[in-house]
């Protein structure tokens, strides 16, 4: 897939999974962007004002989860266990709640970037909704992220 299909990249800015798909979309210079909590909320700090996102009404993580799904064409959730948890469960039922397609891949599977380059071909996606766990609950879920990322559209 062409990096010039790639669709606009939003993330909530939470460190891992969020904040790995806007470091691979600046640089790629492509579009990216997203809603993160009020006073731009992450577990380690203030989100660095080089990420565009722009804040939401909110201090709740639950408010931007499902504002970036919202109003975004589909959500991809990535992680390293094929269970999903916490706010990475919360994203699906908000996908569901708005009748947004969406995707979990996982570390386990060999097929990840296929699947993810088949769901990208079979949805119309001007924005693409990048979600999953932060770096405390699974630390290499960011490297995960930018591996498929690049197999996906650099390939």
């Not at 891992?16 to 997203?34: I, T, V, Y």
């Not at 009404?57 to 639950?62: A, D, P, R, V």
């Not at 995707?103 to 699947?115: C, F, I, K």
Request: proline share 5%; aromatic share 8%.
């Amino acid at each position: 897939m062409s990096l010039s299909l790639i669709p606009k990249i939003v993330s909530g800015g939470q460190t891992g999974a969020d904040r790995a798909a806007l470091d691979w979309a600046l640089a790629g210079e492509l579009p990216c962007g997203g809603w993160c909590p009020k006073g731009r909320k992450a577990e380690d700090g203030a989100i660095d004002s080089k990420y565009p996102l722009k804040e939401s009404s909110s201090t709740s993580y639950l408010q931007r989860t499902e504002w970036n799904v919202r109003d975004s064409d589909a959500t991809v959730l990535f992680s390293i266990s094929p269970v999903l948890s916490g706010g990475s469960k919360r994203t699906v039922e908000f996908a569901r709640k708005h009748d947004k397609p969406w995707l979990h891949v996982h570390a386990g599977q060999s097929n990840a970037a296929e699947r993810l380059r088949v769901f990208l071909e079979d949805n119309v996606i001007a924005t693409l909704n990048v979600a999953g766990p932060r770096e405390s609950k699974e630390p290499a879920v960011a490297k995960f992220v930018i591996a498929t990322l690049d197999q996906v559209f650099r390939d």
